[in-house]
């Protein structure tokens, strides 16, 4: 196939994605049936918008920065702000979802650091329990027989939709999150997908084992998918065909995207590997089969485990075991060690989750689908021609900066088991508002000071939505901080203020998961300047936009039915990120930091986090008591 052909095509099923909304024949089955009448991402009103955000930032500010912001807002209020806001308006007037597309652009594909680490989180499985390179293998098997299960679901639209209380979720995500892949770019990244209502679906997996690539067919001559046993034995032939670690040419996709881009493009120049390429951009989803894990100190097994699903542990581990621009990438390591890493342009946690809870839950099961399916394809590998004394340049570059990088990350993953939502939920207090307290209170008694802070809302009740930022740093949050850490209040008074700023972060999380959130409407503003050839707006270059846009912490809830941990990097080289899935009787999380900030450490973090939590409960059991 020439160059021509596969541009087009890639642009093709890339463009056919931005148009699913209004593709008629996608809405037949369940997963799709109330997406076209679920209500557009609406813009807020300015006036709204700009004292949410004077309130937001009062706590990070002086008093002397704090009425320098005023006054900028007062004058953005009069001029440009309303001509902005009337630009905007119409702009979500003729689109779909107003924010999507400069969401997609400016948070993802334009953004040019590696996405190992900064921008693709890891997801922890519980461990399994095989110890073997056979037990390691069956899994596997079982694992793909439950995704291809699941894959079944979206491709007959058969997955249920998802709600929020009462309210029906778009579904969009759920459709992307198979036989999606990122392609580097010099300026700006392209993602495309191939989705099943496309000629030639994709029926391939990649399987990934001793940094070598494969081909592997998943279903037979008959289109039913291969049986567990079939795939186990496709698997065997693969290892056995990689027994040597291969040319780690997976590295480059760990490499900053310009240089990413340039090395592609060199790539792409020969015929054989511009067909493994498409090979894998095309494929369902990769599976990297583990070879080794790094020594573990006693008790760190739950952190080592989740850096192998963050970036693999470096280029003497299994970071060249990966293709880091795939969507979707399964991880099975040695030793019941497992999870995946996604590659974060087209969906958040959710609809992973989901896929996770679906796969395990079928892994759980002792049945096996045991149909052999007919005609089976041996697997391939998938070949690069790595010749040009460029690439080999760009792949010992790209080995040294990835080393650096897994070397910076400072990650600890801990549950938490003194109590988890029952004890909020039994006091009457939003877990989720409670939990993101306590991360407010472990800052500020580490630092004595107060940090602007990202918790994701979801905008899924909208068609398209994706995220807002849920400001948790509040006034009220500050009261609460500073009062818990003085001694001389009372009990009763420590667990006013909680309750105060548990409440006051509850409205907030409502009203911006109903569109009504501040940080993406201020983003757009920005942007809609852009576009008409106007100034950056001076609201937007002042220092309370930029300190309240500098996450010190960073974090997301992640619900998961299984023990599973979600981790990411931090957003700014001197914060947190931090994840967590709280479940009824324990709390798990993942907070990540970097080594080369002096002042944060991923430990002591989790230790102020931990304390807190156990504070919080003594003075609401503690307010309880005096009452009596």
Sequence with gaps: MGNVCVKVKLHRVSCNLQKMQTNEKLFVGRMFSVQDSLPKLPVPALEQTLQKYLRSVRPLLTDEEYAKTQKIVEDFNR?????????????????????????????YLEFRQPVTVNVSPGVVFPKQNYTDK?????????????LLDYKKMIDQQTLPVEKM??????????YKILCGCRIPGKKKDTWV???????????????AHNNAFFFLECYGSDNQPLGTEQIYEQLKNIVNQSNEPDVPVGLLTTENRNKWAKAYELLAKDKESKASLEILQRSICAICIDNKLPESAPGEEDSTAAKMMLHGGGSQFNSANRWFDKTLQFIVGPNGVCGLNYEHTTAEGPPIISIVDHVLDYCSKNADNSTKAPGVIPPRKLKFNLSFPALKENLEEAA????????????????????????PKSQKLSPDSYLQMAFQLAYFRLYSKPC???????????????????????????????????????????????????????????????????DRHLLGLKLIALENNMKVPALHMDVAYSLSSH???????????????????????????????????????????????PETDSKRFKDSIQQSLLDMKSVLEGSIQSKL
Aim: charged content about 20%; aromatic content about 10%; proline content about 5%.
């Design 79 to 107: 001029d440009p702000g309303p001509k902005l806001q009337t630009l905007l308006e119409k702009r979500a007037q003729r689109e779909t979802n107003w924010l999507s597309d400069w969401w997609t652009n400016v948070a």
């Design 134 to 146: 056979e037990g390691q293998l069956r899994f596997t098997a079982k694992l793909i027989s439950g």
């Design 165 to 174: 209380g009462k309210q029906s979720l778009c579904m969009m995500q759920y």
């Design 193 to 207: 997908c191939y989705p099943p209502d496309e000629a030639n679906p994709p029926r391939h997996l990649v399987i």
């Design 400 to 423: 040294e900066n990835l080393d650096s990088m897994v070397k910076d990350v400072d990650l600890t993953v801990f549950k938490f088991t003194e109590y988890g939502k029952n004890f």
């Design 452 to 518: 602007a802070t990202y918790e994701t809302a979801s905008l899924r009740q909208f068609q398209l939505g994706r995220t807002d930022t849920i400001r948790s740093c509040s006034i009220e949050s500050l009261e609460f901080s500073k009062g818990m850490m003085d001694p001389s209040l009372s009990k009763q008074k420590k667990a006013e203020l909680l309750r105060k700023a548990v409440t006051g972060h509850k409205n907030y999380v409502a009203e911006a998961v109903k569109g009504q959130g501040i």
């Design 551 to 597: 996450h010190n912490v960073s974090t997301s809830q992640v619900p998961a039915k299984y023990e599973a941990c979600l981790v990411f990097g931090p957003t700014v080289p001197d914060g947190y990120g931090v994840c967590y899935n709280p479940q009824e009787k324990q709390v798990i999380l993942g907070v990540s930091a970097f080594n080369c900030c």
